[in-house]
């Protein structure tokens, strides 16, 4: 079989899957396994309130300290221009949130130490 590579043509149809960090620790990848931000910030074990499936709107509304985020359906709770309600929405680029990563299932990579969140001293460090 013969290729002619002048008429071979590839389209761009591969899309990097958003980051999502928290206060700046890569948490997830958003890889469209999750119809909205909350049910995969849920799965990671991320501490957030909502109360979204018990009909009251705006509990989940977190701060995004970069990136940006499309919406499902429009928001039914007013949002400032740096805030988001994951559970209507997905990220469009790598987003980090004003959220705590502690106690959530982090990325690690070998060779990459993370930072500990919050360590009281001992003793013998006093």
Known sequence: MKVNL?????????KKAP????DGQPVLL???QHPNLLLALEQKKVQLFSEC?????GACKT?????SVTYHTQPLFALKADECLPCC???TSDLDLDLSPEGA???????????VI???PTETES
């Open 19 to 22: 980051i999502v960090s928290l």
């Open 30 to 32: 958003f890889n469209q």
């Open 53 to 57: 499936r018990n009909g009251y709107c």
């Open 6 to 14: 002048k008429t071979l043509t590839f389209s761009k149809i591969f």
């Open 105 to 115: 299932d982090v990325v690690t990579r070998p060779g990459i130490t993370s930072a």
């Open 118 to 120: 919050a360590q009281e």
């Open 89 to 91: 929405c997905t990220p």
């Open 63 to 67: 701060k995004i300290i970069s990136g």
